[in-house]
């Protein structure tokens, strides 16, 4: 007898629930040993492969093979055409990029000539239209500052071919004004090429200041301090501008009518 709680049972009902489980357990297992024996006899063995079933085989691998070699070449065709064709684009583009460089080249000559034209505005809009491009209004005459350097005489003749001549400074206003217009010179006394040419010199004769328009200089002028400093000596006899500092009523200094400057043309406006 089995006590279970305050119940007692018999053994054998519960030996034979026992045994009923452990052989369920026990056919379980044979019928999965069975499926597993089953599986593993139907797999052939080596014993078992035949020339057929390799020639078979070799004959699915050459097929793989003739397929990847087909696939090679096709992919090896396929490159060749894209490359040609790149080639072509590239030989196409070549006379594109070629025309592309020569319209920027013509867009910088545009670019230059419109800031020319600009500035040329700029100089008829200020002169009010009487003054040539280039050339600037000051009072009742037209100016042209050359940034080259010539001597005096070629100075002259440069300005005779424009229609004016080297400039005749007769009056303090024109002085000052010029003064104020034209660029100023970097140190306190002429060296070098530095000063800009005016229509003025004593060729001629030593001492007695002649302008190109025939005028004698009666005035005691505009020199700079210590000017003139020929006196017959160093053949100084052609007067230029050296606009330096606010003196702009010490102005003139004579130099060598060799020495090479930049030069001012006049134009009176009639």
């Known amino acids: 007898m089995v006590r279970v709680g305050s119940r007692s049972l ?15 357990i ?10 597993y024996c089953g599986s593993v006899n139907e797999k052939p063995s080596l014993h078992q492969i035949t020339p057929n079933t390799l020639i078979e085989e070799v004959k699915q691998l050459q097929m793989i093979q003739k397929d990847v070699m087909e696939t ?27 025309l592309c460089d020569n319209l920027q ?21 200020h002169s009010c239209g009487r003054c040539l491009p280039g050339w600037f209004l000051l009072s009742t005459s037209c100016y042209f500052h050359a940034k080259t350097l010539k001597n005096w ?14 400039a005749v400074i007769d009056s303090l206003d024109e002085q000052l004004n010029l003064f104020e217009y034209l660029p100023k010179a970097g140190s ?4 070098g090429n530095g000063g800009i040419w005016i229509g003025l010199t004593d060729i001629q004769r030593e001492g007695t200041w002649v302008w190109v328009n025939n005028a004698t200089l009666y005035s005691d002028g505009y020199w700079m301090h210590g000017e003139p ?29 060799q020495s090479i400057k930049g030069w001012l043309c006049e134009k009176e406006l009639v």
């Open 105 to 125: 080249r013509q867009i910088e000559v545009l670019r230059v000539e419109k800031a020319t034209l600009q500035a040329d505005s700029f100089d008829i809009l």
């Open 229 to 257: 400093s020929d006196h017959g000596l160093l053949n100084k006899d052609c007067v230029a501008l050296w606009n330096t500092g606010s003196q702009g009523r010490s102005t003139w200094y004579d130099g060598s009518c």
């Open 10 to 24: 018999p053994m054998y009902p519960l030996a034979i629930g026992c045994l009923g489980l452990l052989n369920t």
């Open 153 to 166: 005489a070629d100075s002259r003749a440069d300005c005779i071919s424009r229609g004016a001549d080297l």
């Open 72 to 98: 090679r070449e096709a992919t090896r065709e396929l490159l060749a055409q894209e490359l040609q064709s790149h080639k072509q684009k590239k030989q196409q583009l070549e006379p594109i990029k070629a």
């Open 188 to 191: 306190s006394r002429p060296w």
């Open 26 to 35: 026990l056919l379980l297992t044979a019928v999965v040993i069975g499926i």
